[in-house]
Structures are given as C-alpha cells and as structure tokens.
T-cell receptor, first 114, second 116 residues
Framework: EAEVAQSPRYKITEKSQAVAFWCDPI?????LYWYRQILGQGPELLVQ????????DSQLPKDRFSAERLKGVDSTLKIQPAELGDSAMYLC????????????FGPGTRLTVT | AQKVTQAQTEISVVEKEDVTLDCVYE???????LFWYKQPPSGELVFLIR??????QNEISGRYSWNFQKSTSSFNFTITASQVVDSAVYFC?????????????FGTGTLLAVQP
C-alpha cells in the first residue's frame, strides 16, 4: 500500500539553528499539505500545495518558515531560526486532488527545540 | 468561522465495552465534509471515514459506526466491543466544499484507553 514518506522521524535542534523536513507524497497525488501538531492539540494547516503552487499559506509564519515543492512531487519545510515554541509534530499529508478526496498522512517529524 | 469541539478529553473503558466519542462542529457553509482520524502512539494519522453534509445516512464498518445528525451539528463515532488495539487518540475534523483549498479543521482529540 502506498504511503506518505517523511524524514527525519525525530529531530533535536538548538534554538536559533536551521532545520528542514522532507516529505514524499503518494505517487500521483497532486495536493500536498504540511500540518503542525502541538502536544495535546489537533493538527493545524501550515501550507497547502496544488502541484508546485502554494494554495494556502495563511497560517505559515513566513518570517521564519518556508516551504517549497519545486517539481510538484516532494516537498521541503524549513525553519530558520528555530524557536522553543516550534517544538511540535510536523505532519505531511497528500490527496489525489483538492476536493472529495481524503488526505493521507505520513508518520510525522517530531521536532524538539532546546 | 469553522470549529470542531470534542468535549471528551479522555475516556477509559474495559475491553469489550461499547464506547461513543462525541463530535460537535460549527460552520456557516451549507456543504461540507466531516472526517474521523485515528492517531495511535506511533503518531501517524489514520483515515477512518469521510462523510459529506448532504448524506445523513449513518454508516457501519465492522465494529465502527458513525451517527451524523445535521440538526444538532454532531458526528459521533461508536466503537462496539472495544479492543486494546483501539487505544489511540481520535480526531474529528471538518473541511469546506468547493474552492481551491480544503484544509482540515481538527478538534482537540479524545484519548481512548481500552484496558484489558
């Protein structure tokens, strides 16, 4: 069964350092999402791509976060500089198209900022 | 604004008991989707069900069943004869219909602990 791949699974970094996460969606899925899940809460959307274009990044803290999906396949989410409040689970999801298709999630990257 | 409320923070049951997880949502949209996801300790969100707002028929899948009541804005999830493997955090979520984006609005989740 096809799965969304993410790496690394765990990342510990010091504040003010740069960190990057990678996501490879299910083959053929045009839509890719990055969510952030703070401990004890539900995930919240950071950015949504349709192919290589950003559809929604209204909740992305653009002063320190950036996301790209250059060839419309895999994607990278970067934080620079990391802050203590960025400690969370970062989840990537993909869907075949935007509407009427469920989102499938990867295993996530758990980030700890010290 | 869209909002999902899962008032039950944590539920503990003994194996083989039935358990219902509550979900109440708010939206101004006339058409929307509702979802349930399961998050085991490994962290990955597992899709369970999607229901659109114009289909209020309840659904059963094995030990799982869902009760959608538009009149009360609720989409409750029942596990019959619970098992230890059902232990996880369960999230209810809402998304819009139409337009370029369909981000999921999640509730805060309900932690279900099934004791042997």
């Amino acid at each position: 069964e096809a799965e969304v791949a993410q790496s690394p699974r765990y990342k510990i970094t010091e504040k003010s350092q740069a960190v990057a996460f990678w996501c490879d969606p299910i083959s053929g899925h045009a839509t890719l999402y990055w969510y952030r899940q703070i401990l004890g809460q539900g995930p919240e959307l950071l950015v949504q791509f349709q192919d290589e274009s950003v559809v929604d990044d209204s909740q992305l803290p653009k002063d320190r976060f950036s996301a790209e999906r250059l060839k419309g396949v895999d994607s990278t989410l970067k934080i620079q500089p990391a802050e203590l409040g960025d400690s969370a689970m970062y989840l990537c999801a993909s869907s075949f198209e935007t509407q009427m298709y469920e989102q499938y999630f990867g295993p996530g990257t758990r980030l700890t900022v010290t | 604004a869209q909002k999902v409320t899962q008032a039950q923070t944590e539920i503990s049951v003994v194996e083989k008991e039935d358990v219902t997880l509550d979900c109440v949502y708010e939206t101004r949209d006339t058409t929307y989707y509702l979802f349930w996801y399961k998050q085991p300790p490994s962290g990955e969100l597992v899709f369970l069900i999607r229901r659109n707002s114009f289909d209020e028929q309840n659904e059963i899948s094995g030990r799982y069943s869902w009760n959608f009541q538009k009149s009360t804005s609720s989409f409750n999830f029942t596990i019959t004869a619970s098992q230890v493997v059902d232990s996880a955090v369960y999230f209810c979520a809402l998304s819009g219909y139409g337009g370029a984006t369909n981000k999921l609005i999640f509730g805060t989740g309900t932690l279900l602990a099934v004791q042997p």
